[in-house]
């Protein structure tokens, strides 16, 4: 996966491009129903499957209105406050590392006592959209996305990949509980190694920003 900065002038800012393939990895990772499958699940383990899937349709809605608009609202806002991408970009990785270290480190901490509670009511509607479908660092680099986007093709490439994601995110939510009992020991698997992913496309983040700046 490869991120090509070319800088127009010292007094411009740089260009990052990234195909569509790359664009969709990025934004699977870091807003893809991976991350949220497992949380979901348990935060409405004890809710009728009615009320699961209308808690699911409306965090997905809010959360594609607020990743789309803050997408293109933030990227308009870089332009107006002269904030280079690569300072976002730097932002971004910052972010995205301590979050996936955090992930990769909590394997080895022992397992958070169960609660002999009953939850009975649903969880918090925004508590389901921030940060379980949305994440800091994936509306950042959606910002980022945006924001280096040379034409409005590109644009549109890049929200009809969010919107393709968030779509990914409702079938995930509607399935999470059955996709929980039938495949828990390999999404487990899969989000470690995903975890150690999100460290390194932190890392490049980060190395991007500082090729952008000229400081390596």
Known sequence: MQATIALESPATRSHYELGAPEVFTFLFVMLGPL???GAFAQ??????????????????????????????IGASLMGKW??????????????????ALQLVMQQYEAPAPS???????PPALMHVVFPMVLTPYGIALVIVLL????????????VGIVLAI???NLLGMLCAHWIMRRVALPLGILGAVL???????????VFDGLRGLHVV
Request: no cysteine; net charge positive; charged share 10%.
């Open 82 to 99: 002269k904030i280079d991408s690569p300072i976002l970009e730097i932002t971004a990785g910052i972010i995205l590392f301590l979050v």
């Open 195 to 205: 975890a150690v992913l999100q460290v390194a496309l932190a890392l490049q983040l």
């Open 115 to 121: 609660s002999a509670t009953t939850q009975k009511a």
């Open 166 to 168: 968030m779509l990914l």
């Open 35 to 37: 991350k949220l499958l």
């Open 147 to 158: 924001a280096l986007s040379a034409d409005p093709a590109r644009t549109l490439l890049i």
């Open 43 to 72: 935060a409405t383990a004890t809710l009728p499957a009615t009320q699961v899937r209308a808690l699911a349709v409306k965090a997905t809605l809010i959360a594609t209105a607020a990743v789309v608009l803050g997408g293109l």
